[in-house]
């Protein structure tokens, strides 16, 4: 494995950025302390809290976002070593020369030695705990003395208690958020120290062997060494033989198939014809019924229009009758008044 080239990084810029925050919080709590801004605190929770800050200090160095400058430090001077690494690693498959180097082996040794990973796994837990700690601390150094004599000294005993408490929690605050600081830059380092890895693999992925691509390269260098004494052992006069045989028996399946086949199609050609013929006739039977039909109708229609006549006939002659038997009828009323006439002189004679 090539060495990195070491080289100087000036990381004060980053180590500033991720402990500015920190401080500028540590330099309010001294301004409230002197009274400078309307907060107070008790000078044991300063110094306890100047403990956890310059512990945070201590810690910044093994912060991967702090190392990442490194790191892509290293593999920039390294990039000359990446190349000298794949060439003493290289393999000729088909005629094609690529490495089978690893180059996760390569870039994981790249990352050994940037930080204390000890360090930076109990950094996220330390800092609450820390902070815990001195609020226990400043709780119990504020502990008033309650062996007083008088109810005015327990008051205010108790006073200097819950003011020295209420300052103490400043110290858990300050931990907890000393955490959340130190996982954002955490978790942002090592997802750059990643994305650069992928870029470094991308980057010189041409030039690497894939456990695929050795496999099939060998598979196939293994069948160009035997291929030709395959064919020399296959092709024997018994298998020859044997292939005209069955190429034979292949050819008479095939004429068999055929004459199958011509058998279903004059088959299907008959019962195309027959089936042709019965559509003609059935065809013709139609055109005859759609005549009849017409004639039928036509009869229809004249014995309607018959029907018609006759009963404008029939209304002539109701007519007709009923003129004839009105007439009748006044000349039988016109024949009995003469009667009645002819009977009154005749009973008027006598």
């Known amino acids: 494995m090539s060495e990195f080239n070491g080289g100087k990084v000036n990381n004060f810029p980053r180590y500033l950025v991720i402990g500015s925050v920190p401080i500028l919080l540590f330099v309010l709590l ?58 003493s690693k290289e393999l000729t498959l088909n005629g094609k020369t690529k490495s089978y180097a690893s180059l996760d082996e390569y870039l994981k040794n790249s990352s050994k030695n940037l930080r204390n990973d000890n360090f930076a796994n109990i950094a996220s837990s330390i800092f609450p705990t820390l902070g815990i700690l001195g609020t226990f601390t400043a709780i119990a150094i504020s502990m008033p003395n309650f062996t007083v ?19 103490a929690f400043y110290a858990s605050i300050f931990g907890i958020f000393l955490s959340i600081w130190w996982i954002f830059f955490e978790k942002r380092g090592l997802t750059k120290i990643e994305n650069e890895m992928i870029f470094i693999k991308d980057t010189f992925k041409d030039k690497i062997w894939t456990k695929e691509e050795i496999e099939i390269a060998t598979i196939i260098e293994k069948q160009k060494d035997s291929l030709p004494e395959k064919i020399e052992n296959l092709l024997t ?61 036509g009869s229809i229609e004249k014995i309607n229009e018959s029907f018609k006549e006759s009963l404008s006939n029939q209304k002539i002659n109701q007519k007709a009758v009923k003129a004839e038997t009105y007439s009748a009828l006044t000349s039988l009323q016109m024949v009995s008044s003469d009667l009645k006439e002819l009977g009154k002189d005749l009973i008027n004679a006598k």
């Open 149 to 167: 004599d008088s109810k005015q000294a327990l008051e205010n005993e108790i006073t200097l208690l819950l003011s020295g408490v209420g300052t």
């Open 237 to 297: 006069p018994d298998y020859l033989f044997r292939l005209d045989a069955i190429i034979k028996e292949k050819l008479n399946q095939l004429e068999e198939i055929n004459k199958t086949f011509l058998g279903i199609e004059n088959k299907i050609s008959e019962s195309y014809m027959n089936f042709s013929s019965m559509f003609d006739k059935t065809a013709v039977q139609q055109e005859k019924l759609i005549e009849n039909f017409e004639n039928i109708q």
């Open 30 to 87: 001294l301004l409230g302390f002197n009274q400078f801004i309307p907060l107070k605190v008790e000078i044991h929770s300063i110094i306890i809290i100047f403990l956890i800050l310059l512990i945070f200090l201590f810690f910044i160095p093994h912060n991967a976002w702090y190392s990442f400058s490194i790191f892509k430090k290293r593999l920039e001077d390294s990039k000359e070593n990446i190349d000298n690494f794949l060439a």
